[in-house]
């Protein structure tokens, strides 16, 4: 029976990556996706932005929202301090569970929380479910036309607060034209744009990074 490329992504990283070194997981991944199949990672160009972002911020707490396959998951974790907390929501129960073994491999599951289930069903329940006041950093990820709802989700569920960082992928391209318009017109944000490339390709990409000023 034929494999799913999450699965053959995996068995990537089983075959090339060292247990327990989250690098040689994130590089096994971008090897794979550019020399075998491409896939939607945040890569390895925008990661080196996302890697910047979360040492600028050092975090206590992070929320990802669109795990996938624990690219970025794993990228985000193996720079936090040892305290800090990353949540990371994923609803598709098969990208899910090749997620937990990414995770794993890196040997960084004491970091993270994977939660199988919908960032609109899972956002009003942080507080409650996991002890989380507010977030110093999000990853929006997921699908592109969630990141707007969630955001305003996330500012009525009293999850940002002042200097919370939001970190947007895919602003260009796919692209997330009402969260832009909305984010970057906002007295609540101020906003900066991170120019880079679609992962694995020359087409122009980038990430948007927001202040929460309260
Ligand atoms: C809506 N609430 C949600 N709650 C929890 N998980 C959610 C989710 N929405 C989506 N997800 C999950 O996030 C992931 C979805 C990511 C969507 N990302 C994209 O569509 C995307 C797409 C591209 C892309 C760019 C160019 C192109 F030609 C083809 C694709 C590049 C990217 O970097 C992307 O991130 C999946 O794992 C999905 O199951
Ligand atoms: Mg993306």
Redesign the pocket.
Known sequence: TQTTRPQRMLAAVQKNATRGDPRSVVKAIDQFCRQKEWA?N?GDEKGCILDSVVTEVNPATVLE????CGYSTVRIASLLPSNAKLIT????PD?AAIARQVIAWAGLEDKVQLVE????DWIPKMKEKFGIETFDLVFL????D?YLPDTKLMEECGLLRKGSILLA??VI??GTPDYLEYIRNSPRYKSQYFKSH??YTKVEDGLEKSVFLG
Do not use: I
């Open positions: 939607m945040v929202l669109g795990t996938y929501l994923e609803f598709n990208y289930g919908a960032s609109g990820d997921h699908w592109k969630r992928d895919n391209c796919p679609l992962e």
